[in-house]
């Protein structure tokens, strides 16, 4: 079974705040590197396993569960190396009052 939003936007509130320049092996930062890392391996598991067997996968919610999972990783990145590291103009949505929300 895949991870849904409201998972990842759970998995992601019980994230520990780590300053800006922390080093990068903060315990709190490598937890939530391996939770992203595992939820990106599900949904990919997932997704092959609905193009295997022809099912339609839920396009929709993979979108949003990729957005928001690149939005984490984003964060996450400007955690372990500094504001340098963010991407212009994409800010980490915060659960739910990200405009992404819609697409759930």
């Known amino acids: 079974m895949h991870t849904a939003p409201d998972q990842l936007a759970e998995s992601s509130n ?3 705040a780590a300053p800006v320049g922390a080093a990068p092996d903060s315990p709190p930062l490598l937890k939530e590197l391996r939770l ?3 939820e990106l391996g ?3 598991a997932e997704l092959r396993f609905h193009q295997a ?3 339609p996968a839920e396009l929709d919610e993979w979108i949003f569960s990729l957005i ?4 984490r990783l984003s ?3 400007q955690d372990l190396t500094g504001p340098e590291a963010a991407r212009p103009g994409i800010p ?4 739910p009052r990200s405009t ?3 697409l759930s």
């Open 75 to 77: 964060k996450l990145a």
């Open 36 to 38: 992203v890392q595992r």
């Open 14 to 16: 019980r994230r520990s």
């Open 92 to 95: 980490f949505p915060e659960w």
């Open 100 to 102: 992404l929300g819609a």
């Open 68 to 71: 928001f999972l690149e939005a």
């Open 53 to 55: 067997s022809g099912e």
């Open 42 to 44: 599900h949904l990919a």
